[in-house]
């Protein structure tokens, strides 16, 4: 289960957390704000000095620090002010705790609210370890990229809570057709502020209203990765006379004049008015070069602000259809010099593959005619080894014939004698 105890990213989402218990929060702090002011106006009732015996003005003057002059009338007059200056520090002391009294009763009731809620996200996790899992894994970006999830307000804030996370990496996100309220759109749009993974996000047949449409504009002003954004059939915004009706048009058409990803943005049936369909034709037709589809039947839009529309979009899609095209051909260009360079190196390989078996080949016959020299130079040196022997051997046998046939003639000659 998601843990939202930490209070890390609470604080992004507790204005909208307020917005349920609008009616609830000071509504305690109201009634002690009234009793002090009752308090004040009742307790603190502006003293007459000049109803006060002369005597008791001058003691009352020495005592703070001031000279009497000894005429009823102006020593009367000059008590009464310290009096109403004293009255109104007292008065100021009062109202400035009532203010402290206040701020800090709001703390409690909001503290009191940031618990609630915790728990309530809790105990809906715990009831769901479906959900709880699949958050988790979303929160920790092992999830699936195309992602279809059921939830309810609160839920929808544990949802926010795994957008926003860095390590997310939904790329697909469907919470369309579950009638979920305007607070529960207000948690997932605001965290589209944070999310760097989405690509699409279907939002249509829900009950999304004016905080959504408002934090929707927020969330995309600096996305740069959402590209499909469907709001069909939620009642974002009214006839335009309502305040929060105005923002939401207005944060919508800001967006659009600021945001450079967004091709497709559906508000078919959104209810949104003739108003807030200037707007965003105004937005789209002055600064937006990239939304390519908006559906926007169902508005009550005037026919000048759709022809505007149309007409940009048109020429939105035909700058679109060239830098596809450009696109394309960058393509085709980098595929053919890398099938090029797939080519060269190819070549070179071979190139390489074959001075390296020629110098492999050179050193092969290198080393075959030194083992041959070394062959021919053992041959050799056996060869006059052999015929040394055999010089050495014949001279032996010469020398022992002479030896022999000396030997015989002087035996010879000893028996002629």
């Avoid at 949104?272 to 009550?300: E, P, Q």
Wanted: glycine share 4%; proline share 2%; with cysteine.
């Amino acid at each position: 289960m998601i843990d939202t105890s930490d209070g890390t990213l609470f604080p992004y989402f507790q204005d909208i957390v307020e917005r349920c218990h609008a009616d609830d929060i000071g509504e305690a702090s109201s009634s002690s704000i009234d009793v002090v002011e009752d308090e004040i106006n009742e307790e603190q009732q502006p003293q007459l000095a000049s109803s006060l015996p002369m005597d008791a003005i001058q003691k009352e003057l020495k005592k703070r620090d001031l000279q009497p002059r000894g005429f009823f009338n102006e020593d009367a007059a000059l008590l009464q002010k310290q009096f109403d200056q004293e009255l109104e520090q007292v008065r100021e002391e009062k109202r400035q705790q009532r203010v402290a009294n206040r701020e800090r009763l709001e703390r409690e009731r909001q503290q009191q609210i940031v618990e609630k809620e915790i728990q309530l996200e809790r105990e809906e996790l715990e009831k769901d370890e479906q959900l709880s899992t699949l958050l988790a894994s979303a929160k920790q970006g092992r999830s699936s990229s195309h992602t279809r999830i059921e939830l309810n307000r609160i839920t929808a804030r544990s949802l926010a809570f795994a957008l926003c996370s860095p390590e997310c990496s939904l790329l697909y996100l469907d919470v369309s057709n579950q009638s979920l309220c305007d607070l529960a759109g207000a948690y997932v749009c605001r965290s589209l502020a944070k999310n760097t993974s989405i690509k699409k996000i279907e939002l249509s047949n829900n009950r999304l209203g004016p905080l959504s449409f408002q934090e929707l504009g927020r969330g995309l002003m600096n996305n740069k990765a959402v590209e499909f954004v469907s709001l069909d059939c939620n009642p974002l915004a009214g006839d335009g006379t309502d305040d929060d009706d105005n923002n939401a048009v207005q944060s919508l058409a800001d967006m659009i004049g600021r945001n450079k990803t967004l091709r497709h943005l559906g508000l078919w049936q959104c209810f949104i008015g003739a108003k807030g369909g200037k707007l965003i034709a105004t937005a789209l037709k002055s600064s937006n070069d990239n939304l390519t589809t908006l559906k926007c039947g169902y508005n009550n839009w005037d026919d000048a602000s759709v022809r505007k529309i149309d007409a940009k979009l048109a020429s939105n899609r035909d700058v679109r259809r060239v830098e596809r095209e450009k696109e394309t051909m960058r393509k085709q260009e980098e595929e053919l010099r890398r099938l090029e360079q797939e080519r060269l190196d190819e070549e070179l390989k071979r190139k390489l593959a074959k001075e390296e078996w020629l110098e492999e080949q050179k050193k092969i016959r290198a080393e075959e005619r030194r083992l041959q020299m070394e062959a021919e130079e053992k041959a050799r040196i056996e060869r006059e080894r052999a015929e040394e022997e055999e010089r050495q051997r014949v001279a032996a046998e010469e020398a022992a014939k002479l030896a022999a046939k000396k030997k015989k003639k002087k035996a010879k000659s000893k028996k002629k004698k």
